[in-house]
């Protein structure tokens, strides 16, 4: 099943802002929108925004989620050194009946 | 609190099958729809699995169709993943997952390995 394209990796410094785009089609995230998990190394992912943009309780107002046809994006604001880790896009495709996934992007807070 | 927790992994041998479960605890379960997503080691995620609340709806990936079988016992609050004709490629992580338009709970997880 053919996934959503995340760039591997992304660089940014500190107190910057980085935005993690996520490019699907019109059956997956033109469709039915996406949503973006971060996963630090050995733990599980935490939804970070809902398909609909919105964050789940608890989630920083640094982390905001948008959509502009069939790409998705993440942008989190004010880096600091927590955030480096994977992020994935996720989006239910409607002609696969299927959820997919984005192949992850690894963010470095340099 | 919320909480979902896997059980069932181990190491197994190409061919064989296990039933992978994961309890929930902390909130109502029956209405959620609940996945099983997986991650091999140094991957990424890759959906498997999909059951709707109630139960009578079932999707899985394409790599799994018809040999992993995903259930639900509302009853005991608990979701099922019974892997038949295992493959070294099911080596991964395996997690259990609620969701309403996103994976918003997660499960910490149970290792697959699948190996001669």
């Known amino acids: 099943q053919a996934g959503l394209t995340q760039p591997p990796s992304v660089s940014k410094d500190l107190r910057q802002t980085a935005t993690l785009t996520c490019t699907g089609n019109?059956?997956?995230?033109?469709?039915?929108?996406a949503a973006w998990l971060q996963q630090h190394q050995g733990h599980p992912p935490k939804l970070l925004s809902y398909?609909?943009?919105n964050r789940p309780s608890g989630i920083s107002e640094r982390f905001s989620a948008s959509r502009s046809g069939n790409t998705a994006s993440l942008t989190i604001t004010g880096l600091r050194p927590e955030d480096e880790a994977d992020y994935y896009c996720?989006?239910?495709?409607?002609?696969?009946?299927?959820?997919?996934f984005g192949g992850g992007t690894r963010l470095t807070v340099l | 609190q919320v909480q979902l927790v896997e059980s069932g992994g181990g190491v197994v041998q190409p061919g064989r099958s296990l039933r992978l479960s994961c309890a929930a605890s902390?909130?109502?379960?029956s209405p959620w729809r609940m996945h099983w997503v997986r991650q091999a080691p140094d991957k990424g995620l890759e959906?498997?699995?999909?059951?709707?609340?109630?139960?009578?709806?079932?999707y899985s990936a394409d790599s799994v169709q018809g040999r992993f079988t995903i259930s639900r016992d509302n009853s005991k609050n608990t979701l099922y993943l019974q892997m038949n004709s295992l493959r070294p490629e099911d080596t991964a992580v395996y997690y259990c997952?609620?969701?309403?338009?996103?994976?918003?709970?997660w499960g910490q997880g149970t290792m697959v390995t699948v190996s001669s």
């Open positions: 902390g909130f109502t379960f």
């Open positions: 019109n059956n997956n995230v033109g469709n039915q929108g």
């Open positions: 398909r609909n943009n």
């Open positions: 959906w498997v699995s999909l059951i709707s609340s109630d139960g009578s709806n079932e």
């Open positions: 997952a609620r969701e309403l338009d996103g994976f918003d709970i």
């Open positions: 996720s989006a239910w495709d409607i002609s696969l009946s299927a959820w997919v």
